[in-house]
């Protein structure tokens, strides 16, 4: 099964797919994540894509060039001055052959030469050579991926215009553990996909939600004590609108339910605009069926007047004493639905973020959950966040990042989770 949750059927290769006439490029660099590369060449022709390889030469002491020619069909690139191939330039026929030039694995050395622009071989000569969308996969030991170096090398490529998908965390072939494995197979196909479609660029997000149906809760409610006066919170909606944009960038079609805040409708975005936590409520569960994916973003207040005035009530000198009841629990209620979507709930804490997540991961019978601490120069009103993610059996740390980039992570995260549930 792919991760999309399309079943395989034997017939890959024969143009039925999402890339059918496509021209892949495949460029392989060396590291032990090459072997996943011969998937990847795979997929790309069950799609219906075209596709060549053109491998360094330490790539091709981990996986020989005869696999790749007879998963691509075509004969593998790898020497710049291979006579019979230059004698017509090559390189440059390579280079202006692609629609979408992906290499993978990216390593840190592949990534240093071309952030500087060097050529010395036939990968690094094409890329400068083309004028195709270029998708970086790195790969490789988590130190190597978090050193100065790496970063500055991968900030200067993103600014050029190449798109750079994070490495994935978990154990490496090193022994060691943490970011720097080669993303998942349906992670990259899609990337491909998002280059190839109308709109994409530097800011694309991989197609890692195309055709779902995703609703996003986000910022405060306010509950009426009067006609003038409420009980609220500080959630500037920040957050939740970032992760609006990135689940349609990635594909989706999104209804954002959104309390009061001052903030535009993110592009593409169905909005529903609420005040209360059972306006948001109703227009939640609504949303929520028939929905992939449920994400609440949304400070919901616990509390509301147990009555509201009419009008103004004047000041009393001698204090006033205030009735409250709990509001409805709308993430819970979304995750006892039946059929109900996958759900990924917010957590903001002060204190004891990872007891606070488990609990309520449990208690509410959520997929996953997100928490972030929250206080003075910290989760609300604020650019940054940070995230500490929870499902069972597995966590995550994203950020410290600004929150489209951090809701990008997230939404790639919990694509991952989606696409490994269905095909389990």
Known sequence: MYGDGRVTTGEEGSGRGRLVGRRVLLVVSGGIAAYKAAEL???FRGEGAEVRVVATAGALRFVGAATF???SGNRVRHDLWDEEAEAAMGHIELARWAEVVVAAPASAHLLARLAHGLADDLPTTLVLATEAPLLLVPAMNRVMWAHPATRANVALLRARGAVVLEPEEGEQACGESGPGRLPETPIVVGAVLSLLRPGSGKDALPAVLAGRRVVVTAGPTREPL???RYIGNRSSGRMGYAVARAARRAGAEVVLVSGPVAL???AGVRAIRVETALEMREAALAAARGADLFVAVAAVADYRPARRETGKPAKDPKGALLALVPNPDVVAEVARLDPRPF???FAAETGDLEEHCRSKLERKGLDMIAGNLVGPDRGF???????????RGGEARLGPAPKDELARRLVALVARRLAGEEGS
Do not use: K
């Not at 009103?381 to 499902?391: G, I, K, P, R, S």
């Open 41 to 43: 060449v795979r997929r």
């Open 69 to 71: 020619q007879a998963l």
């Open 226 to 228: 009067d006609a003038v």
């Open 264 to 266: 535009d409708s993110p």
């Open 343 to 345: 759900v990924v709930g």
């Open 381 to 391: 009103d604020t650019e940054e966040n940070a995230l500490h993610v929870f499902w």
